[in-house]
């Protein structure tokens, strides 16, 4: 278990190096850095995750979701590390 998810860890971590293309209507996530957690989920309906996964107020979250216009907007439930 812990060898699978280095590997998936790798992966996503060798994918986040570079700003990506993205093709719209796909999902996509840019790294934005470390931040932790303050709330999740907040009223603008933004939440933490990590896979399926919800983060809660403590935890470390380090990818934002691309929107459809291939922007990536503020973090909203954390706070720079």
């Known amino acids: ?4 998810l ?3 860890a790798s992966l996503v971590s060798l994918t986040a190096c570079g700003k990506g293309i ?3 209507g796909e999902e996509a996530y840019e ?3 470390c931040n932790r957690v303050v709330q999740s989920p907040v009223k603008t309906g933004e ?3 990590m896979g399926f996964i919800d983060l809660k107020a403590g935890d470390y979250v380090f ?3 691309v929107d459809n216009n ?5 973090v909203v439930t954390s706070v720079p590390c």
């Open 63 to 65: 990818y934002k979701r």
């Open 6 to 8: 280095l590997v998936v």
């Open 70 to 74: 291939g922007d990536v907007g503020t």
């Open 22 to 24: 993205y093709t719209q």
């Open 1 to 4: 278990m812990l060898k699978k």
């Open 31 to 33: 790294y934005v850095g």
């Open 47 to 49: 939440r933490a995750f």
